[in-house]
């Protein structure tokens, strides 16, 4: 129905010839009130289509802030493309599907307020020429040009096959001879983190899915919502960088609020949290030192959209529900906390000003995934990091070559994939300087970033993601049991505070978490790796004759439980409670534990060896030869390559003969 609607809008507008005009208007008037702004195009004119257009950023500007120049178009509701290429500063706008030319005017209105906000006088004045600029050079084709010197000298041929051969084992050696950016070598993950998960949680919130035509028939009953911590320095106790600071770990458990956990200069609303521990032999981790960078901004933002999907305006929260707060007992996730509450609540809500908020010992807590009581969690794990992909990704050669230039940039410090992305991560979305004489280039950051994310699709069993052929080691079902196993206790209160009514419940914890919930709840995690502020909401609803449903959103958006309805806005409770029912891991803490001891089927697990390679068999001469002859080739075309890159930067100004 969606598809006939398009179509039926598509004819109407002229079919292709009348979209594109529209498209061809938009364009222009982005083109025109941009050029009048001072902005410079990436590419030159015969080189642009009318669908996305690059813009550099003005970055020889000492007041121009892109992160202050996002989030503002963002709170006017408009979404601009940061800029993915490696050569320069960018962002793109696109002209393409419902945009009209009203919207490009108001488009181009807001980035004049930008501007003016930022204190930049338009037309913004052209960058000196060493600032900001990048020569695009569009090759000339090779197949359609001059004609190609295939002759293969005895010195070219021989230090080509000695090149390719070194390529076979140590493919970084090619690009390093022909200057060959690595970054174009490393692999690209299907979702990358930093952009397309919008890992830093840059993009503004979507609006609410309202429910419409039913809400006079069935009434909300509870909430509860997940919601990951927000923005944060490094913290962990591995060394991503040589001397990089660590957490202080204080021996000090006297405070019971945390403060200490944010800005105290920030904390001006007066409110306290107070743990509780719900197990009588709790130990409080007594860590410190954590700074929530960035985490109040995130957590406002989270806190508004909260407040306008569950309350009306000038509506008291103790009116319509009890609030009731639960944690990992961890500085992040209670800072994040208080953030959220600070602004979230209202005078009207006449709460006190200490709250309690529940936590459990950190080493028993399903919350934060640390159970210390399942042996076969660990054995899982460990059957995991022994298994073929795992393997075969440590031996590959782009992992050494990652490793190799994490050496190089970064400095003598063990390369420990998990760690380097965590710290990578939580720098880039920080914008925090890095320790002197560390460098982490675009190339460092994408295959650091791209390798834990392919690895991190396996390990929690994404179907989206497939690998070369089946690893019988590591299979969907064993990553599906591990997080079963892990998140079991949350699953079970998930239900137990589903069936509650009158409450709201608010639950501090992580990213791990949040994957692991949604795999265990019928593999609903989509590859996309939850990112800082991720919410995860659970909402009840109750008819009038007494019946409950359910539905659940994922940073704002419905997410389809199985078994559910298709057509249908909510979801009977039933389908929820069956579907924890029929696991038995899930629906009982004995079997949990019972299958927690089972590892005897999982501590004989060989690895498969990596398949030989052609230096390894009877193929040897055969690849031998043929490297010869590529090796030929190759040469040339890359020699042809360079010639032409040399000529076009010299036409451009920017290269100069030694």
Not at 117 to 138: D, H, L, R
Not at 422 to 437: E, I, K, M, R, V
Not at 509 to 518: R, S
Request: hydrophobic share 35%; glycine share 8%.
């Amino acid at each position: 129905m969606a598809f006939d609607e398009a179509l039926q809008e598509w004819e109407s507008e002229g079919g292709v010839e009348g979209r594109f005009n529209r498209y061809k208007q938009n364009y222009d008037i982005i083109c025109t009130g941009m050029e009048e702004m001072g902005f410079q195009y990436y590419v030159e004119p015969e080189h642009r289509g009318v669908i996305i257009t690059t813009f550099m950023q003005p970055s020889h500007m000492p007041a121009w802030d892109f992160d202050r120049f996002y989030k503002f178009l963002g709170d006017r509701g408009l979404v601009i493309y940061p800029g993915k290429l490696s050569s320069g500063l960018s962002f793109r706008l696109g002209t393409i599907g419902r945009i009209l030319p009203d919207d490009c005017r108001e488009l181009l209105g807001a980035i004049q307020d930008a501007l003016t906000e930022m204190g930049i006088s338009t037309p913004i004045p052209p960058p000196p020429s060493s600032v900001n600029q990048v020569a695009v050079v569009i090759p000339k084709p090779i197949l359609f040009g001059p004609p190609i010197d295939f002759r293969c000298p005895p010195r070219t041929a021989v230090g080509f096959l000695i090149v390719l051969m070194m390529m076979w084992k140590w493919p970084w050696a090619l690009w390093v001879l022909q200057g060959l950016r690595p970054s174009e070598a490393f692999p690209h993950s299907l979702l990358s983190i930093a952009e397309d998960d919008d890992y830093c949680f840059r993009r503004p919130l979507q609006p609410y899915p309202k429910l419409n035509n039913i809400t006079g028939k069935v009434r909300l009953t509870s909430v509860q919502v997940y919601v990951r911590h927000a923005q944060r320095d490094e913290y962990t106790h591995h060394n991503c960088c040589p001397k990089g600071l660590q957490v202080n770990y204080t021996k000090d458990c006297s405070q019971v609020h945390v403060d200490y956990a944010i800005d105290e200069v920030a904390a001006v609303s007066g409110l306290k949290l107070r743990k509780v521990f719900v197990d009588s032999e709790g130990r409080e981790t007594c860590e410190t030192g954590q700074l929530l960078n960035g985490a109040k901004d995130q957590m406002t933002r989270v806190a508004r959209w909260l407040r306008d999907a569950y309350l009306a305006d000038g509506a008291s929260l103790s009116d319509v529900a009890n609030l009731e707060l639960i944690s990992t007992d961890k500085s992040r996730t209670l800072g994040s906390l208080y953030y959220l509450l600070s602004a979230f609540l209202r005078p009207q809500d006449d709460l006190p000003k200490t709250l309690d908020v529940r936590v459990q010992d950190n080493a028993e807590d399903a919350l934060g995934l640390n159970y210390r009581d399942c042996p076969r969690v660990k054995a899982l794990e460990g059957r995991f990091n022994r298994g073929r992909f795992v393997q075969t990704q440590s031996q590959s050669d782009s992992y050494h070559s990652c490793a190799n230039l994490y050496t190089q940039l970064v400095g003598p410090v063990k390369f420990d994939l998990s760690a380097a992305n965590d710290c990578f991560l939580s720098q880039y979305c920080s914008n925090s300087t890095y320790p002197p004489g560390v460098t982490v280039t675009p190339s460092l950051f994408n295959c650091v970033t791209n390798l834990r994310a392919e690895r991190r699709f396996v390990e929690y069993g994404f179907k989206g993601f497939s690998v070369a052929d089946d690893d019988p080691s590591w299979t969907h079902d064993d990553a599906v049991e591990k997080c079963s196993l892990r998140v079991a206790p949350v699953v079970r209160g998930l239900l137990s505070r589903a069936r509650s009514s009158g409450k709201l419940y608010l639950i501090g914890t992580h990213d791990t978490t949040v994957a692991c919930l949604l795999q265990a709840l019928g593999g609903l995690w989509d590859g996309h790796w939850p990112h800082y502020g991720e919410t995860v909401s659970v909402e009840t609803y109750q008819s009038e004759e007494g019946n409950r449903f359910f539905r659940i959103l994922r940073n704002h958006k419905i997410v389809n439980f199985p078994g559910c309805p298709p057509a249908s806005p909510l979801c009977p409770l039933s389908v929820l409670e069956g579907f924890i029912a029929s696991d038995p891991v899930l629906a009982s803490e004995g079997y949990r534990q019972q299958r927690c001891e089972e590892v005897a089927d999982l501590e004989d697990s060989s690895v498969s060896p990596r398949p030989p390679g052609p230096s390894q068999g009877r193929f040897f001469w055969l690849w031998t030869i043929t490297t010869f002859v590529l090796g030929c080739l190759l040469g040339r075309l890359l020699t042809t390559l360079k010639q032409q890159r040399v000529d076009a930067a010299v036409l451009e100004g920017s290269y100069t003969r030694i």
